[in-house]
């Protein structure tokens, strides 16, 4: 079964040492997707949940601890999560 994606969030920076993503995605588990860094340097993190709420408190949390100028990006605008 493939992942849905359900929205992003990304800090509004552009460096590669301080971009910051973060996807909600579902298969029958709920999955976060956190990249601190650019496309091909950047490091990835991932987390499953049983409830979309339980994965939305976490996606609160990573993008709560980094500050920033978070946007959400929504479904129609979100690029696929890392492999």
Do not use: C, S, Y
């Not at 997707?33 to 949390?61: C, H, N, P, S, Y």
Request: aromatic share 10%; charged share 35%.
């Amino acid at each position: 079964m493939a992942k849905e994606l359900v929205t992003r969030w990304w800090n509004g920076t552009w460096g590669r040492l301080t971009r910051r993503d973060v996807w909600l995605a579902r298969e029958v588990r709920w999955h976060v997707i956190a990249r601190a860094g650019d496309t091909e340097t950047g490091k990835v993190l991932r987390w499953e949940f049983d409830t979309e709420d339980a994965a939305r408190q976490m996606v609160r949390r990573l993008v709560q601890a980094d500050g920033g100028q978070w946007r959400e990006q929504g479904r129609e605008a979100a690029t696929k999560p890392p492999d």
